[in-house]
């Protein structure tokens, strides 16, 4: 009882994991071992789940390792004296680094064996090289690296040891797959709470109800920090109690389907009041106020961009309507600003504003905040609360100010021709176009969901696929001709959050100006890789340039056709062929999402099955 958990038992696991294709039996095999920990040594819970999702620490505290490919290549020669080239060789012929370092491991040689490696080890050593800094941070890092590789017993340590330093685990253990397990270890340790005369359906209602709560609270407190604590110190029941909407940890975002036309939203809104607004051209900022007076600022994929924005900060106290209200958390859309002409930029000009150590006297690109929603106010959680109430105190509560605080514009109308007009005049007002949502019937905010109860109608989804993709940029062919000198089309691909992997879509070089070439060359070439990514789900004859998965385009096109040569979706639409983009655009560079965040295989197989029912009713009316 109490020792702590040996990294080779979660190691195998994961081995396991990589070759079990099925999801249930994954979720089974990962339970089993986290009750094996609740029930054994409780402390270590925390660390082992943050290392089955390859994470340091909730997304807001923005901890990242820093190891790049060399660095873990400089290791691996320190610790098995391989030369460098040697080891680029084996990776390029194995595609996985990981796999390298198994197969390096039995060439270590050591005086003195190292004390096995523990699960809470591990962990803390990540979060040592993650918390490296200053001018020898590198040698520091490969330090700390080689010693892990000399530590590993086994060449399944090894592997997953430099996969994690990697980023990339590869064995398709999605973040709601650890969610269900964590579900299922807390409601079934100890055994007693289930005994055999409960029944494998109240044992089914049982598992269900604590998955749904583990789910939930870590939903409306996304940190792992927060919620393992709570579950092995409260009763399950209590956990909303005690992981619930918090100012200083930023949920994700409700988020809304596209919609092609205004028939549409009336056929999907017929019978409930629903409002319109303004669907405006920025970033989304969910602005916080802490009860202790701390301000802080979120982007959409929870990164604290505080730093970025010292001028919002500065408003905080100017927006509220009396010294009453002492916290809050408002779902805001922090937009470029011209001051002089008092209309609103593009976000291309709030791409350019500097992320991090802005000074708010040198600031240039001025941003005014549209608020459109409130999630808590004063101690007390507000998005189970209808929109239209939201609304309301939102308004009640808070003061706008010319170019710098403003409330979303809106309409409440459901006259077609008064929404056709409020569209028109969103784009002359330079908007994306309109959100569409419910106010009073299924209007509660759902955190972390793409809801039907929220519509986007855009200008450029009156025609084409309807919503537009984010992509990853892979790879690249060198240009010939005028476009000697530059990349001339590039290769983007989707992510497949279950098994990880980028997969191929499309190819992208017309409709590029000269000015877009260079500059997307000029920041590609910082990411070339000697060869495709293990994890990318390619053709290698698809580009003779190759990049680290880091930047994501947002790309329109007019529909989406079934392709034995892409992978996107493959199997999902097509037993054996995947889907790709016709005549794919370029928009804009989405600076504010990962490659992670970019769209899913999943996404694109659904905007296809639209694309196809669409196409289906368009027949049944011609004939």
């Known amino acids: 009882m109490n020792e702590p958990v040996p990294y080779s038992i979660l190691a195998e696991t994961f081995e396991i994991i990589e070759q079990e294709p099925k999801r249930l039996k994954i979720t089974e095999i990962v339970s089993d071992l986290l009750r094996s920990i609740i029930y054994l040594t409780p402390e270590d819970l925390l660390p082992c789940v943050y290392l089955c999702l390859n994470k340091l620490g909730p997304a807001?505290?923005?901890?990242?390792?820093?190891?790049?490919?060399?660095?873990?290549?400089?290791?691996?020669?320190?610790?098995?004296?391989?030369?460098?080239?040697?080891?680029?060789?084996?990776?390029?012929?194995?595609?996985?680094?990981?796999?390298?370092?198994?197969?390096?491991?039995?060439?270590?040689?050591?005086?003195?064996?190292?004390?096995?490696?523990?699960?809470?080890?591990?962990?803390?050593?990540?979060?040592?090289?993650?918390?490296?800094?200053?001018?020898?941070?590198?040698?520091?890092?490969?330090?700390?690296?080689?010693?892990?590789?000399?530590?590993?017993?086994?060449?399944?340590?090894?592997?997953?040891?430099?996969?994690?330093?990697?980023?990339?685990?590869?064995?398709?253990?999605?973040?709601?797959?650890?969610?269900?397990?964590?579900?299922?270890?807390?409601?079934?340790?100890?055994?007693?709470?289930?005994?055999?005369?409960?029944?494998?359906?109240?044992?089914?209602?049982?598992?269900?109800?604590?998955?749904?709560?583990?789910?939930?609270?870590?939903?409306?407190?996304?940190?792992?920090?927060?919620?393992?604590?709570?579950?092995?110190?409260?009763?399950?029941?209590?956990?909303?109690?005690?992981?619930?909407?918090?100012?200083?940890?930023?949920?994700?975002?409700?988020?809304?389907?596209?919609?092609?036309?205004?028939?549409?939203?009336?056929?999907?809104?017929?019978?409930?009041?629903?409002?319109?607004?303004?669907?405006?051209?920025?970033?989304?900022?969910?602005?916080?106020?802490?009860?202790?007076?701390?301000?802080?600022?979120?982007?959409?994929?929870?990164?604290?961009?505080?730093?970025?924005?010292?001028?919002?900060?500065?408003?905080?106290?100017?927006?509220?309507?009396?010294?009453?209200i002492r916290s809050f958390i408002l779902d805001c859309e922090a937009v470029a600003w011209d001051a002089s002409k008092r209309e609103l930029l593009p976000f291309q000009v709030l791409s350019t504003r500097k992320r991090k150590e802005v000074?708010?006297?040198?600031?240039?690109?001025?941003?005014?905040?549209?608020?459109?929603?409130?999630?808590?106010?004063?101690?007390?959680?507000?998005?189970?609360?209808?929109?239209?109430?939201?609304?309301?105190?939102?308004?009640?509560?808070?003061?706008?100010?010319?170019?710098?605080?403003?409330?979303?514009?809106?309409?409440?109308?459901?006259?077609?021709?008064?929404?056709?007009?409020?569209?028109?005049?969103?784009?002359?007002?330079k908007c994306e176009g309109l959100m569409i949502k419910t106010l009073s019937s299924h209007a509660t905010y759902e955190i972390s969901k793409r809801s039907r109860n929220w519509l986007k109608l855009k200008a450029d989804y009156l025609e084409g696929i309807g919503d537009t993709l984010d992509l990853v940029v892979i790879g690249a062919t060198k240009g010939q001709g005028k476009r000697t000198g530059v990349y001339g089309n590039f290769l983007l691909a989707c992510y497949n959050p279950t098994s990880e992997q980028y997969e191929t879509i499309c190819k992208l070089g017309t409709g590029l100006s000269e000015e877009n070439l260079d500059a997307f060359t000029s920041t590609l070439q910082g990411l070339v890789i000697k060869a495709p990514k293990g994890y990318y789900k390619c053709d290698r004859a698809d580009a003779t340039v190759w990049f680290s998965p880091s930047v994501v385009w947002e790309i329109k096109a007019s529909d989406l056709s079934i392709s034995p040569k892409y992978q996107a979706a493959k199997g999902l639409v097509h037993p054996n062929k995947g889907i790709s983009l016709r005549f794919p655009r370029f928009l804009r560079i989405r600076e504010d999402k990962t490659p992670e965040e970019a769209t899913t295989s999943q996404s694109v197989a659904h905007f296809y099955n639209l694309q196809q029912n669409k196409q289906e009713l368009v027949e049944h009316d011609e004939y």
Request: hydrophobic residues 35%.
């Open 359 to 429: 000074e708010a006297q040198a600031i240039s690109i001025h941003v005014c905040v549209f608020a459109f929603d409130l999630l808590y106010l004063n101690g007390t959680p507000c998005h189970r609360l209808p929109f239209c109430d939201r609304r309301m105190l939102l308004k009640e509560n808070f003061i706008p100010l010319e170019g710098q605080f403003q409330f979303a514009k809106g309409m409440d109308s459901q006259d077609t021709e008064d929404i056709q007009d409020f569209l028109d005049q969103s784009i002359k007002d």
């Open 60 to 324: 807001y505290e923005g901890a990242e390792l820093g190891v790049g490919e060399s660095l873990l290549v400089k290791a691996m020669r320190d610790a098995t004296g391989r030369s460098i080239k040697t080891i680029q060789e084996d990776i390029e012929a194995l595609g996985d680094i990981g796999l390298v370092a198994a197969s390096s491991r039995g060439r270590q040689k050591t005086l003195l064996r190292p004390k096995p490696m523990t699960v809470r080890g591990v962990y803390e050593t990540l979060k040592k090289i993650a918390a490296v800094t200053g001018n020898t941070s590198t040698q520091k890092k490969v330090d700390l690296i080689k010693n892990g590789l000399v530590a590993c017993r086994s060449s399944c340590e090894a592997k997953f040891w430099i996969r994690s330093l990697s980023g990339k685990l590869r064995i398709g253990l999605a973040e709601q797959t650890v969610l269900t397990s964590l579900g299922h270890a807390i409601a079934l340790t100890p055994p007693a709470h289930l005994d055999a005369e409960d029944g494998a359906r109240a044992k089914q209602e049982t598992l269900d109800r604590s998955v749904s709560l583990v789910k939930t609270a870590f939903c409306e407190m996304p940190s792992l920090d927060k919620l393992v604590p709570a579950l092995l110190e409260h009763p399950l029941e209590d956990i909303p109690l005690y992981c619930t909407v918090t100012p200083g940890i930023p949920v994700k975002p409700m988020l809304a389907h596209p919609t092609k036309c205004i028939r549409q939203i009336l056929s999907r809104f017929e019978g409930h009041a629903f409002t319109c607004e303004y669907k405006y051209d920025g970033e989304r900022a969910q602005l916080h106020l802490c009860e202790d007076g701390t301000a802080k600022v979120y982007s959409r994929n929870q990164e604290d961009t505080t730093q970025k924005f010292p001028d919002i900060i500065a408003r905080v106290n100017k927006i509220k309507k009396d010294e009453t």
